[in-house]
């Protein structure tokens, strides 16, 4: 196999002898967190953003993109009128069905979450190829990806190093997982016999999310939505009936803080990284700890647990805390603030300007 040689691989012109535009391919890009990246990559003046989602994006979000592409990443025809446009250098692959909505259609969500990530990292080997340089990608894999097999080893355990409890129990927490191999293999291994197999095309990099809490948009279709879901609730003047128990305990971050640790692992030097995959997470909380936050700076906020059996049980399977320490010594993850002060310093009042002070009474 041999290394890439980046003055022997010159990058080709596109189909019409033009020089192709470089891109930052984003797919996912109308999801909550294609939403945060978009705006944050703009704001550090990224102009070469390549926005790919199944349905249009909102204007605002259009305004920061250089082309927005509408459709399946499953869509060959797709990407390759895209690829024929742009030489993508990094790739941030968010597009996924996420966990409760895969539970209803697995087969679905492994199409997506799989096969289109395989159609994305073979893409991404093929831009390498055609414009001679490394393309890096950026995945987000998720807590989903761990598998706890009862509560007593889930509170024994405490905060999971990667490579403890990896039995996911979700489709979604397989895909993840699997997604997380198929990066490492294509970066490393791809074709490794072939004789035109070439090393170094790709430069996989992985975070994996906690339950992640936005004030900018709505949480859809994840299981540790329960958090989200209460502020948003409280903040509109909505009961809101929780789908777990008070002691159900997972890691969280704010978007902002996801999105700011994607970003630092996106810039970090190769040399530094010791592995393709990273937990982050800025801290553990219960269900009953939110909802406690929750009523301080919504003192009329109506939150009843109402456990649902089987999104308790996936739940419960996830760990309550996960060891940050390896993406703190290679590329200088910091967990910021706690939850009171991440709620009370960012959170809540990003929310209240979202709901325009609607909803509950106003406390501290
Ligand atoms: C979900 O709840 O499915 C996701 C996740 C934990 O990755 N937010």
New binding site residues.
């Given amino acids: 196999m041999r290394k890439m040689n980046r003055d022997s691989d010159t990058p080709e012109l596109a189909a019409d002898g033009a020089r192709r535009s470089a891109g930052v391919l984003i797919t996912g890009a109308g999801g909550e967190v294609g939403h945060g990246l978009i705006k944050a990559l703009h704001a550090r003046g990224h102009r070469q953003i390549v926005a790919l989602d199944l349905r249009e994006l909102p204007a605002e979000m259009r305004s920061c993109c250089r082309e927005v592409f509408v459709g399946d990443i499953c869509d060959a025809a797709l990407l390759g009128r895209m690829m024929a446009r742009y030489e993508i250098t990094e790739v941030y692959h968010l597009a996924a069905l996420?966990?409760?909505r895969s539970e209803f259609v697995p087969e679905t969500a492994h199409n997506v979450n799989v096969d289109g990530t395989i159609h994305l990292l073979r893409l991404a080997h093929e831009q390498a190829r055609s414009h001679g340089h490394t393309v890096k990608f950026i995945y987000p894999s998720?807590?989903?990806a761990y598998g706890l097999p009862d509560l007593e080893t889930k509170q024994q355990a405490g905060a999971v190093h990667e490579d403890q409890h990896l039995r996911p129990t979700t489709m979604?927490g397989c895909n993840k997982l699997s997604c997380e191999h198929l990066g490492r293999y294509y970066a490393r291994h791809y074709r490794q016999l072939a004789q035109d197999a070439v090393e170094g095309l790709l430069d996989f990099r992985c975070v994996r999310?906690?339950?992640?809490i936005s004030s900018e948009t709505l949480p859809s279709?994840?299981?540790?939505?329960f958090g989200p879901e209460m502020v948003h609730a409280a903040a509109a003047g909505r009961a809101y009936q929780c789908f777990v128990r008070p002691d159900t305990r997972i890691p969280f971050m704010m978007m902002p803080k996801a999105i700011e640790a994607t970003l630092q692992l996106a810039a970090a030097p190769a040399g530094q990284l010791t592995r393709c995959v990273y937990n982050i997470s800025s801290f553990s909380a219960s269900a009953g700890e939110i909802a406690e936050l929750v009523r301080e700076h919504f003192p009329d906020a109506e939150i009843e647990f109402v456990p649902d059996v089987q999104r308790q049980q996936i739940v419960d399977s996830?760990p309550a805390d996960v060891d940050c320490s390896q993406a703190q010594r290679d590329w200088g993850f910091e967990p910021g603030a706690g939850m009171r002060e991440a709620f009370g310093e960012t959170l809540i009042p990003a929310i209240r300007a979202r709901y325009g002070g609607a909803g509950a009474s106003v406390m501290v």
């Avoid at 999310?209 to 992640?212: E, I, K, Q, V, W």
């Avoid at 279709?221 to 939505?225: C, I, K, L, R, W």
């Fill in positions: 996420l966990s409760t998720s807590v989903a979604y999310y906690p339950g992640l279709g994840g299981t540790s939505d996830w």
